[in-house]
């Protein structure tokens, strides 16, 4: 759901740290701590040894060395920690004091964090790894990033991405009219390019004429041949010219999730025989020199290198063309597909890459060389619109756990009820029969004895105390056998599946549907781990549920040491004294303006960090998560009125002796108190 600004309470905070008594996130009488003790406060040497091999362990467990990109880590103190480039160096907050100086803001749970630092990391390098590249192969054309807006529509991302972006002419890339807006407003520099994708009525052809008009190089990536015409016509009436690109539709396919994007049956870009209908439309209009950018995209995320030398090679042939048939050409824009390793499995999994970005840089320029100097054509302006590699890394959900639910069974009544059913006995004897050497037979016969137990309950031959007890012996049965299944050479696959049935729930304070909704529509696979206590070992296997009555909301696919899995090791927690946190990270890409309001869960908090060269951490920006009374009106219902039923409901309680008029005071109380509290739990 798109922020609605009118209604949030943002706040920016000063950097004047000293002017500011909350500056510091270490001033809160509830702290949260990463561990009871910590290390070198008198830690014997084997103790303190004996942690930091822990702390390794689970950091090869969740994997954060992989996935981390460098950003990410365990402290010694057993918390993940974000490690932030300074001007000084590499600094390092851990994500528990961040979460302490929430609270101390009052921003609960959950929240969406972003990291300014690793936003402007990612900025730089992207355009200092095409320099580099440019510069080791004589490449004798420039790199020009551009920023898809679609990718992180938010203000403070796009005005920052702006900001790091300016001194490498890295501009931005708009698929809408609003889009194109935030273009035109933020960019300062007419160095930046805009590049407008995506399908065109007049005002949005007026709009970037306008642009260029006031000095940007603003491109129409031409998508349908109807706006061509359009193009024409709106410039003749503002007499000004147009820069064109084509969008071309490669035959290449792509690995992963996004090979849709292409190959012929792409939805966008134009065929062969509509290319050459443009370059005519133009020769005729006399307008040819305005062609001048080719544009492809591939997919938002492609694992194989060789799909990206592939594509760039086939562009390569109509780039070549267009210049033979008279088009001036000069930019060659190869749109998104540097794709974000998640799963830090450096594979061509469609969650991973096998390449970095050096080789991404490199590979493309090398093949743009092959292709153009055997043919004597000057090399183009490159342009990329790595939008997803330049925002997912800063971005992580942070949430507590509310309650978990287990399939832990409970103690057998001692002595047991006499007259039990034969289905009943049954699973007592295969209780007491539990052998390492026939798990196997032993969970066959607890799940076979589990059914018929099941169908004389339906027939009414036993009640449900007995079918309790019976349930009660086979997860009994179940745990036991589960237990002894690590100690197995070549158990089944219904005995390593049993790992995972059998475990817990941990609920989270989130919405899937709102925060992440790329987990639940494309089953997006994101890094997901506890940000304490890293120096103990997790017992539990769990998945993640989250706030909202649907069988969808729910995590249950992990990254670990090995690659995926359907559980997620986490530690055992109190629920009734224990704050225990988890972070969802690289979510920076799409995430926020695709999440949607099931339940009416709405936005979440939102806060923005800096870690400054001193290491110290400076609250930039916090925006309040949507208040029910905002998600009421966004499904059309006016809090006023909501407010005004309740009241006359309450008068005639009053009036019918059924409350006092002190509870119908309280029950308004509570009512507006509601209206204006955050949608999610609150503590």
Not at 609 to 615: A, H, L
């Amino acid at each position: 759901m798109p922020r609605n600004q009118a209604k949030r309470v943002l706040r920016n905070i000063s950097p004047d740290r000293n002017s500011d008594p909350l500056s510091t996130a270490t001033e809160h009488s509830q702290q949260i701590a990463c561990s009871p003790s910590q290390p070198g406060n008198g830690l014997p040497e084997e103790v303190a040894h004996s942690r930091a091999v822990q702390i390794r362990a689970n950091a090869d467990l969740y994997g954060i060395d992989r996935w981390g990109h460098g950003y990410f880590g365990i402290s010694e103190q057993g918390c993940v920690e974000v490690k932030a480039p300074t001007a000084q160096g590499e600094k390092s907050i851990e994500l528990i004091e961040i979460i302490n100086g929430l609270r101390q803001r009052g921003l609960d749970m959950p929240v969406m964090l972003r990291v300014e630092n690793l936003l402007d990391d990612r900025v730089s390098k992207l355009n200092e790894a095409f320099r580099s590249a440019i510069r080791e192969a004589n490449y004798q054309g420039t790199y020009r990033g551009v920023f898809p807006i679609k990718v992180n529509q938010q203000s403070h991302v796009i005005a920052e991405i702006a900001r790091v972006g300016e001194r490498f002419g890295h501009g931005l890339e708009a698929g809408s009219k609003a889009e194109l807006l935030i273009a035109m407003s933020t960019l300062r520099s007419k160095d930046c390019l805009i590049v407008c994708n995506g399908y065109k009525d007049e005002e949005f052809i007026d709009l970037g004429l306008q642009a260029r008009k006031i000095g940007f190089e603003c491109f129409f990536v031409i998508e349908t041949p109807k706006e061509l015409s359009i193009i024409l016509e709106r410039a003749k009436v503002w007499n000004v010219e147009p820069l064109i690109g084509v969008r071309v539709k490669l035959s290449t396919k792509v690995d992963g999730h996004w090979s849709n994007d292409s190959g012929d049956r792409s939805m966008f870009g134009l065929t062969t025989m509509q290319i050459v209908n443009v370059v005519d439309t133009l020769k005729a209009a006399g307008m040819l020199h305005c062609l001048q950018l080719l544009h492809f995209h591939l997919g938002s995320q492609i694992p194989n290198i060789r799909n990206i030398r592939d594509g760039v090679t086939e562009a390569c042939r109509y780039y070549l063309d267009l210049v033979q048939d008279g088009a001036p050409m000069g930019y060659f824009n190869l749109g998104g597909g540097l794709a974000v390793d998640y799963d830090g499995s450096a594979s061509t999994h469609m969650h991973s890459r096998n390449y970095d970005l050096n080789e991404y840089c490199v590979d493309i320029v090398e093949t743009l060389m092959n292709n153009l100097d055997a043919h004597g054509v000057p090399h183009p302006t490159i342009i990329t619109e790595s939008g997803r590699w330049t925002v997912a890394p800063m971005s992580v959900l942070l949430f507590n756990v509310l309650a978990v639910g287990n399939f832990d069974p409970d103690p057998l009544p001692d002595p047991l009820p006499e007259n039990l059913s034969e289905p009943v006995k049954s699973l007592l004897h295969t209780l007491k029969d539990i052998d390492i050497r026939r798990l196997q037979e032993n969970y066959n016969d607890a799940i076979y004895y589990r059914d018929q137990m099941r169908d004389a309950f339906r027939i009414g031959d036993i009640n449900l105390r007995e079918r309790a007890l019976g349930e009660n012996i086979c997860l009994t049965i179940l745990n036991k056998v589960a237990q002894q299944v690590p100690k197995l050479r070549r158990p089944s696959a219904d005995l390593v599946s049993l790992l995972d049935s059998l475990s817990d729930t941990y609920y989270g304070n989130f919405s899937v549907f709102q925060s992440l909704p790329d987990a639940w529509a494309i089953e997006q696979v994101f890094p997901v781990m506890p940000l304490q206590r890293l120096d103990e070992a997790p017992r539990r296997r769990a998945i993640i549920g989250d706030l909202t009555c649907d069988c969808d909301g729910k995590l249950d696919h992990f990254v670990d040491e090995v690659g995926h899995s359907p559980t997620l090791q986490l530690h055992e927690i109190d629920e009734d004294t224990e704050d225990y946190y988890l972070g969802v990270f690289l979510v920076g890409a799409y995430q926020e303006t695709l999440g949607d309001l099931h339940n009416l869960f709405g936005d979440n908090n939102v806060a923005t960090v800096r870690i400054t060269d001193q290491g110290q951490l400076e609250f930039v920006q916090e925006i309040h998560g949507d208040s029910i009374s905002d998600v009421l009106s966004y499904v059309e219902y006016q809090p006023a009125e909501l407010y005004q039923r309740f009241r006359e409901m309450a008068e005639i309680a009053v009036r019918d002796g059924k409350i006092t008029v002190s509870e119908r005071q309280q029950m308004l109380g509570l009512f507006n108190e509601s209206m204006r509290g955050y949608t999610y739990f609150e503590s």
